[in-house]
């Protein structure tokens, strides 16, 4: 099936989201779309859906012009897609999820997991450690993922689109994430791969499309390119730098104490995790998705009940079971999933980034009064669009990993809690949010830094602990860290305590 | 048999006949609740319901063609809630008050003319042999067809909600409606089907209220009943298994009352006719305390938000 996109165009309000874009997709083969946060990419991805409307252009497939206007359409077409933010329906599970989409679902399902077993094969294959009867909400994001990526499998689609599948996997789980991207792809369907990883593109692209500001800036092939010509491709004009990693100091005192901690919430549980974070320290937190990572953060940012265990911060018990919640927390948090757990979305921009301070609020404010205040971190942290008064759900998904970002690093905060803080942010961006949090430690704050990416977590944190099963596997200095030994304490192996240094 | 085993048959037909109007607009209203609708409206949707019910049976002098009379009434004034709430997204509070509103107009204007007249009842059920088991026997040969048909609504629909591809789509609805539109369903379609089956089950308990439990027409005789539906869906947890449990509280604190009446307590009678609400205020109070919001539609969290 030859789908191609003609002269599409997109406009919400001033902002112009595509711009008479061109893109042809071709049977077996995998494009890679590639721009900064806000260049349209999901946009266009979301009009070949049927999700939205485009108000210029024209779809053709085999050359025969078509309407898509619903997700059913595009769906009954052989079209698929798996969305940046997820859609799945959390309160139902994995299996009736996949049942929903699925086109030979039998009117009676019955309670059997028999009649039923059609929609998790293709899970069974990709995910087979994925219990199917377990609610959505259950899950960590990197088996959402995979959940669904079993979705659009079950569509026997022959266009698979997928927005920014790897940003939240695993280098094994995004391996296994590719492998199946090439098999699609051999199977004769042509797929759209959205991404801000360059690895992405070279492990499994044939072709690159640029996007930038809503402009399709080039289109080529994957072996004609290098690296660093994809990466000037992508931000243009700008230069973009990296961050530095934070030098250690010697014997900084210890700022935060995560002692003993125990809780459960509906991500999963963790038990008697122990861990001192020095002042200026980066502890990185490793570990396969779902084994408790979304809980610690919450535990300690006191989102979570304790199950016994405490928080302390500077010598002061932030967090304990029972305890009340502090009315000014010296603590940070930047949690995954944005949309969902982060921010306001019908809210303007202006007001989410005043959710922290709202407490502090004269009795009557005038929204003028934080329009300006918030112009500053919007330019500081590159929001776009720049508009204080945009509802934050109008933001693209990067663009609101920005805005809480901007708003949590705000400030002088005792412990920064970030979880993956640079998902769905292109290079640039990613390089900025790193620098905001870095900037905070070489202050003397401690962070507590959740990561899927054992590249950045080697070369910017300062300690990794592994989590596995809600426990702390192991923890090691980095610079004595071996990918081999972490990923044997992902995988719940040789759990060596003697590891732990002494560190107080 | 021993007049206790009497007392209590006695006791629990009374419940299940009182209950009955209430259970099959239960239903109705939790089906719309769990695809993101809440709907006031009910109460208007069983006195138009009640009103066609009780005037087709007097004209035809069949009551089975009442209950279909019934049916067909909450249907069309259930559309009205469905065309402003999902056609032309109305605030569902608004909207409900103003079908409510439509609802008593109607049924006190047209059915006005009805007030004195006399019905036809059900032919009473030959259930052969089954009267003769043991206890539920004389329970079940003192139902009536809708009662009957109610009880046997539960299982149908809850069955059809969670064993069903239809069902399923239902709840996905309610959950997460833009989840549900990537997997192809219409959110809109699905929500105004269930609008439209909450009309015609809010219909149906209104003519079973007029034309088999009361047996007479008043002017705003379900009494708010509907009303009592929209909250008791919480006692539920929005689950039409849970509906019948639910019913039965208010149908066996009307019946209590009911005996305490004609025993002649001193307690007065208007104090008395409260009972059932009183009862239903309570367990609903009793349910919210626990705080656990398990259950609620995150469809229709949204809904309370706005
Ligand atoms: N529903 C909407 N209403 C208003 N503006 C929108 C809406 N959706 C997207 N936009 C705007 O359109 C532009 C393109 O957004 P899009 O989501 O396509 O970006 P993207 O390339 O996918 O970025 P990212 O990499 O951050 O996901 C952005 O400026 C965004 O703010
Ligand atoms: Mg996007």
Redesign the interface.
Known sequence: MHVSLAGITKRYGAILANDDVDLDLVPGEVVALLGENGAGKSTLMKILFG?QQADAGEIRIDGRPVVID???AA?ALGIG?V?QQ???????TVR??L???HRC???????GARSFAAPVAHLRDIAPEIEPDLPVSRLAVGEMQLVELA?VLNLDAGVVILDEPTSVLTPAESERLWEQVRRIAAGGAAVVLITHKLEDVFACAQRVAVMRRGRMVATLDTSSVTPDALVRLIVGAETVTTAQPVERTADALPRAWIKNLSATTAAGAIAGVDLRIAAGEILGIAGVSGNGQQTLADAVAGLAILLAGEVIVDGETLQAPRAEMPAQSAVAYLPEQPLRNAVAPDLSVAVNLMLKRIRDLPWRSHPSQFDADARERITAFDIRPTDPRATAASLSGGNLQKLVAARELAGAPALIVACYPTMGLDLGAAAAVYEALFAHARRGAAVLWISEDLDDLLRYAHRIAVLHRGRIAGIADTAQATRRQLGAWMVGHSIDVAAEPAHA | MDSLDIVFTGFLISALRSATPLLLTLLGECLGQRTGVINLGAEGQMLVGAMAGYGATAAFGNPWVGLLAGAGAGVALSAVHALLVVGAQANQFASGLAVWMLGFGLSAYFGAALVGQQVTAFDSIDVGAAAQWPVIGSVIAGMTPTVLLALLLVPVIGLWFYRTRTGLRWRAVGESPAAARAAGVSPATVQIQAVLVGGLLSGLGGAALSVDYTRTWAEGMSAGRGLVAVGLVIVARWNPWWTLPAALLFGGAEALSLRLQTADTPISAQLLHILPYLVSLVVLTLTCLRRSDSGTPAGLKAVMDR
């Not at chain 1, 997820?86 to 139902?92: H, I, K, M, N, Y």
């Open positions: 999700f619903s997700p059913r769906a897609m969305f997820f859609s799945l329906v959390p309160a139902l009736e999820n049942a929903l989409g679902t039998p009117w009676w399902i019955g309670r979705k």
